[in-house]
Protein backbone atom coordinates (compact mmCIF):
# COMPACT_ATOMS: atom_id res chain seq x y z
CA UNK A 1 0.00 0.00 0.00
CA UNK A 2 1.33 3.38 -0.94
CA UNK A 3 2.01 6.00 1.98
CA UNK A 4 -0.53 8.10 0.78
CA UNK A 5 -3.26 5.42 0.90
CA UNK A 6 -2.25 5.23 4.46
CA UNK A 7 -3.18 9.09 4.62
CA UNK A 8 -7.15 8.94 3.60
CA UNK A 9 -6.18 11.72 1.56
CA UNK A 10 -8.56 12.85 -1.41
CA UNK A 11 -8.48 16.58 -2.21
CA UNK A 12 -5.61 18.32 -3.80
CA UNK A 13 -5.34 20.84 -1.49
CA UNK A 14 -4.98 18.33 1.49
CA UNK A 15 -2.62 15.80 -0.58
CA UNK A 16 -0.38 19.05 -0.64
CA UNK A 17 -0.39 19.76 2.93
CA UNK A 18 -0.36 16.18 4.09
CA UNK A 19 2.71 15.36 1.92
CA UNK A 20 4.16 18.25 3.61
CA UNK A 21 3.89 17.44 7.20
CA UNK A 22 4.99 13.90 6.49
CA UNK A 23 8.23 15.25 5.16
CA UNK A 24 8.42 17.14 8.04
CA UNK A 25 7.64 14.75 10.22
CA UNK A 26 10.56 12.44 8.90
CA UNK A 27 13.05 15.36 8.73
CA UNK A 28 12.49 16.77 12.14
CA UNK A 29 11.77 13.21 14.14
CA UNK A 30 15.69 12.17 11.89
CA UNK A 31 14.00 9.58 9.43
CA UNK A 32 16.08 11.72 7.00
CA UNK A 33 19.09 12.34 8.34
CA UNK A 34 20.75 15.76 7.47
CA UNK A 35 22.51 16.14 4.11
CA UNK A 36 20.42 13.63 2.66
CA UNK A 37 19.00 14.12 -0.56
CA UNK A 38 15.70 14.62 -1.58
CA UNK A 39 14.75 13.65 -5.31
CA UNK A 40 11.03 14.49 -6.30
CA UNK A 41 10.85 11.70 -8.52
CA UNK A 42 11.62 9.02 -5.92
CA UNK A 43 9.52 11.01 -3.53
CA UNK A 44 6.60 11.02 -5.47
CA UNK A 45 6.91 7.16 -6.31
CA UNK A 46 7.56 6.77 -2.71
CA UNK A 47 3.97 8.86 -1.08
CA UNK A 48 2.09 7.75 -4.60
CA UNK A 49 1.27 11.02 -5.69
CA UNK A 50 1.88 13.26 -8.71
CA UNK A 51 5.27 15.55 -8.52
CA UNK A 52 3.72 18.50 -8.12
CA UNK A 53 2.13 18.45 -4.22
CA UNK A 54 6.20 16.81 -3.88
CA UNK A 55 7.62 20.18 -4.78
CA UNK A 56 5.14 22.80 -3.20
CA UNK A 57 5.81 21.02 -0.10
CA UNK A 58 9.71 21.07 -0.36
CA UNK A 59 9.11 24.45 -1.42
CA UNK A 60 8.22 25.57 1.79
CA UNK A 61 10.45 23.43 3.74
CA UNK A 62 13.10 25.99 1.79
CA UNK A 63 11.00 28.35 3.41
CA UNK A 64 11.15 27.35 7.25
CA UNK A 65 15.11 26.25 6.17
CA UNK A 66 14.61 22.70 6.72
CA UNK A 67 16.22 22.05 3.45
CA UNK A 68 18.04 23.46 0.56
CA UNK A 69 18.05 23.37 -3.28
CA UNK A 70 20.96 22.04 -4.80
CA UNK A 71 21.41 22.35 -8.95
CA UNK A 72 20.82 19.17 -10.76
CA UNK A 73 20.84 17.27 -7.23
CA UNK A 74 17.27 18.19 -5.78
CA UNK A 75 17.17 18.67 -2.39
CA UNK A 76 18.98 18.33 0.69
CA UNK A 77 18.38 18.30 4.56
CA UNK A 78 20.00 20.99 6.10
CA UNK A 79 22.48 20.98 8.92
CA UNK A 80 21.74 23.07 12.24
CA UNK A 81 24.58 24.96 13.43
CA UNK A 82 26.22 26.08 16.67
CA UNK A 83 25.05 29.68 16.00
CA UNK A 84 21.14 28.12 14.96
CA UNK A 85 21.41 26.30 18.09
CA UNK A 86 22.07 29.49 20.64
CA UNK A 87 19.48 31.47 18.47
CA UNK A 88 16.62 28.97 19.13
CA UNK A 89 17.81 28.21 22.83
CA UNK A 90 17.48 31.69 23.37
CA UNK A 91 14.69 32.92 22.17
CA UNK A 92 12.98 29.74 23.86
CA UNK A 93 14.70 31.05 26.94
CA UNK A 94 12.41 34.72 26.74
CA UNK A 95 9.72 33.01 25.59
CA UNK A 96 9.86 29.71 28.44
CA UNK A 97 10.63 31.89 30.91
CA UNK A 98 7.67 34.45 30.50
CA UNK A 99 5.11 30.96 30.42
CA UNK A 100 6.15 30.04 33.30
CA UNK A 101 5.89 33.16 35.04
CA UNK A 102 2.43 33.52 33.97
CA UNK A 103 1.36 30.28 35.02
CA UNK A 104 2.99 31.08 38.14
CA UNK A 105 0.37 32.97 38.74
CA UNK A 106 -2.88 31.04 36.85
CA UNK A 107 -1.78 27.02 37.71
CA UNK A 108 -3.68 24.47 39.45
CA UNK A 109 -3.77 21.93 41.42
CA UNK A 110 -4.32 19.69 38.98
CA UNK A 111 -1.12 20.83 36.64
CA UNK A 112 0.82 20.52 39.15
CA UNK A 113 0.22 17.24 39.92
CA UNK A 114 0.81 15.93 35.91
CA UNK A 115 3.98 18.15 36.16
CA UNK A 116 4.93 16.37 39.01
CA UNK A 117 4.06 12.91 37.49
CA UNK A 118 5.76 13.79 34.45
CA UNK A 119 9.09 14.48 35.89
CA UNK A 120 8.46 10.54 38.33
CA UNK A 121 7.38 9.14 34.93
CA UNK A 122 10.42 10.83 33.63
CA UNK A 123 12.92 9.48 35.54
CA UNK A 124 11.62 5.89 35.27
CA UNK A 125 11.87 6.27 31.47
CA UNK A 126 14.93 7.39 31.88
CA UNK A 127 16.07 4.65 33.72
CA UNK A 128 14.45 1.93 31.27
CA UNK A 129 16.50 3.65 28.51
CA UNK A 130 13.36 4.63 26.62
CA UNK A 131 14.04 8.18 25.18
CA UNK A 132 11.38 8.22 22.81
CA UNK A 133 8.89 8.14 25.73
CA UNK A 134 11.68 10.63 27.12
CA UNK A 135 11.29 12.98 24.40
CA UNK A 136 7.34 12.65 24.26
CA UNK A 137 7.21 13.55 28.63
CA UNK A 138 9.96 16.54 27.80
CA UNK A 139 7.06 18.02 25.28
CA UNK A 140 4.22 17.13 27.49
CA UNK A 141 6.19 19.43 30.78
CA UNK A 142 6.92 22.19 28.95
CA UNK A 143 3.80 22.02 26.92
CA UNK A 144 1.05 22.28 30.66
CA UNK A 145 3.25 24.91 31.48
CA UNK A 146 2.46 26.99 28.53
CA UNK A 147 -0.91 26.15 28.36
CA UNK A 148 -1.46 27.30 32.30
CA UNK A 149 0.07 30.28 31.07
CA UNK A 150 -3.15 30.86 29.34
CA UNK A 151 -1.19 32.49 26.28
CA UNK A 152 -2.46 30.59 23.26
CA UNK A 153 0.91 32.47 21.48
CA UNK A 154 3.22 31.80 23.66
CA UNK A 155 2.22 27.86 23.43
CA UNK A 156 2.30 28.05 19.67
CA UNK A 157 5.86 29.66 19.54
CA UNK A 158 7.48 27.61 22.31
CA UNK A 159 6.08 24.49 20.31
CA UNK A 160 7.39 25.52 17.30
CA UNK A 161 11.23 25.99 18.61
CA UNK A 162 11.25 22.52 19.98
CA UNK A 163 9.78 21.32 16.57
CA UNK A 164 12.89 22.59 14.78
CA UNK A 165 15.38 21.45 17.64
CA UNK A 166 13.44 17.90 17.71
CA UNK A 167 15.94 16.24 15.80
CA UNK A 168 18.95 17.33 18.28
CA UNK A 169 16.89 16.46 21.35
CA UNK A 170 15.98 13.30 20.26
CA UNK A 171 19.64 12.47 20.02
CA UNK A 172 20.47 14.43 23.22
CA UNK A 173 17.89 12.45 25.18
CA UNK A 174 19.17 9.23 24.34
CA UNK A 175 22.43 9.86 26.43
CA UNK A 176 21.91 9.00 29.78
CA UNK A 177 23.37 12.10 31.63
CA UNK A 178 21.34 14.52 29.02
CA UNK A 179 18.24 13.11 29.88
CA UNK A 180 18.96 13.12 33.98
CA UNK A 181 20.18 16.62 33.48
CA UNK A 182 17.08 17.92 31.93
CA UNK A 183 14.90 16.68 34.12
CA UNK A 184 16.86 18.22 37.38
CA UNK A 185 16.09 21.41 35.10
CA UNK A 186 12.25 20.52 34.95
CA UNK A 187 12.22 20.02 38.72
CA UNK A 188 14.22 23.13 39.53
CA UNK A 189 11.67 24.73 37.53
CA UNK A 190 8.60 23.00 39.17
CA UNK A 191 9.52 24.12 42.12
CA UNK A 192 9.78 27.79 41.34
CA UNK A 193 6.71 27.76 39.70
CA UNK A 194 5.30 26.24 43.33
CA UNK A 195 6.47 29.17 45.42
CA UNK A 196 5.67 31.48 42.56
CA UNK A 197 8.82 33.21 42.70
CA UNK A 198 9.88 35.29 39.91
CA UNK A 199 12.95 35.28 40.06
CA UNK A 200 13.67 31.60 41.30
CA UNK A 201 11.64 30.82 38.14
CA UNK A 202 13.93 33.44 35.98
CA UNK A 203 16.86 31.37 37.46
CA UNK A 204 15.61 27.96 37.20
CA UNK A 205 14.52 28.06 33.08
CA UNK A 206 17.80 30.06 32.57
CA UNK A 207 19.54 27.00 34.32
CA UNK A 208 17.60 24.64 32.32
CA UNK A 209 18.10 25.68 28.67
CA UNK A 210 21.81 27.02 28.99
CA UNK A 211 22.31 23.55 30.34
CA UNK A 212 20.51 22.48 26.89
CA UNK A 213 22.14 24.49 24.70
CA UNK A 214 25.54 23.40 26.23
CA UNK A 215 24.58 19.70 25.35
CA UNK A 216 23.03 20.52 22.31
CA UNK A 217 25.94 22.73 20.88
CA UNK A 218 28.77 19.81 21.99
CA UNK A 219 26.22 17.27 19.65
CA UNK A 220 26.33 19.57 16.99
CA UNK A 221 30.08 20.10 17.10
Known sequence: MKILDKLHI??????REEVYKYLRRRILTGEIAPTQR????????????SR??????????????????????????????????????????????????WASTRITAGD???????????????????????????????????????????????????????RFRMKGLCVTEIAQRSNEGHQRILSAIKNRDMNGIEAAVSFHLNRTKKDLIELVS
Request: aromatic share 4%; glycine share 2%; with cysteine.
Open 10 to 15: EQPPTI
Open 38 to 49: LIEVKLSHEIGT
Open 52 to 101: TPIREALHKLEMEKLVKPIPRVGYVVNEISKEEVEEFCEIRLALETLAAK
Open 112 to 166: LKRLERNILLTDKHIKKNEPERVVELDTEFHDIICRASGSTRIQEMSQNFRDYML
